[in-house]
């Protein structure tokens, strides 16, 4: 399986202000996805990002909220826009297990609370 | 849609019980996969084991053991002499085929006491 790593592993950020989270895998992938875990909570697909277009963002997600960039085939971004203390969760990115393979495989994730 | 549905919020048992996890999933979908993952405390989502729909094949690796059935869209995990490490929030999981439209259950929080 790939080894996923993301940039910030915590952080906490001030209301109305922006973070944007990397994300950097070892290996070329086709999907990259991001995934948002609130407290105590299972998680939440928001986006899947696919080199070369456009994120397809998942219903109650919207890409003014959450700009994704997918330059190549190891690295995507999300930026977390104008926050508020509603977006304080944990941010994972995750890529799919390869040709056949429908299982993803998960960052570390990133630990954001804003106040 | 697609659905899963892990009713068991929280489970706690003492070191060297047996424990079931219970999964039951909704699609539409002919061609499917189901999927368990573990959260420790620590964060990171291990996966575990991912089944397809037409292997109706049950699969034990070591303490784990996974039960498949279609007649009732249930996909149980059961972990045989519990041990402290496996304390964690276990995740079931279902996707289409391509591994479209990946949707997580609402976990199920396993506590084992020593």
């Known amino acids: 399986s790939a080894v996923i790593s993301q940039k910030p592993s915590r952080d906490i950020c001030q209301r109305g202000t922006s973070l944007t989270i990397q994300c950097q895998v070892d290996?070329?992938?086709?999907?990259m996805f991001w995934y948002r875990q609130q407290p105590g909570q299972s998680l939440t697909l928001i986006a899947t990002?696919?080199?070369?277009?456009?994120?397809?963002?998942e219903s109650g997600f919207v890409i003014d909220k959450f700009p994704i960039s997918r330059p190549n085939l190891t690295f995507s971004t999300l930026t977390v826009s104008n926050m508020s203390p509603e977006d304080s969760s944990i941010y994972l990115c995750?890529?799919?297990?390869?040709?056949?393979?429908?299982?993803?495989?998960f960052g570390p994730g990133t630990r954001l609370t804003v106040t | 849609a697609q659905k899963v549905t892990q009713a068991q919020t929280e489970i706690s048992v003492v070191e060297k019980e047996d424990v079931t996890l219970d999964c039951v999933y909704e699609t539409r979908d002919t061609t499917y996969y189901l999927f368990w993952y573990k959260q420790p405390p620590s964060g990171e989502l291990v996966f575990l084991i991912r089944?397809?729909?037409?292997?109706?094949q049950n699969e034990i690796s070591g303490r784990y053991s996974w039960n498949f059935q279609k007649s009732t869209s249930s996909f149980n995990f059961t972990i045989t002499a519990s041990q402290v490490v496996d304390s964690a929030v276990y995740f079931c999981a279902l996707s289409g085929n391509y591994g479209q439209n990946f949707v997580f259950g609402p976990g199920t929080r396993l506590s084992v006491l020593p």
């Open positions: 089944r397809n729909s037409f292997d109706e």
């Open positions: 990002a696919n080199q070369g277009s456009e994120a397809t963002y």
């Open positions: 995750s890529v799919g297990g390869g040709r056949g393979s429908y299982e993803q495989y």
């Open positions: 290996s070329q992938v086709t999907m």
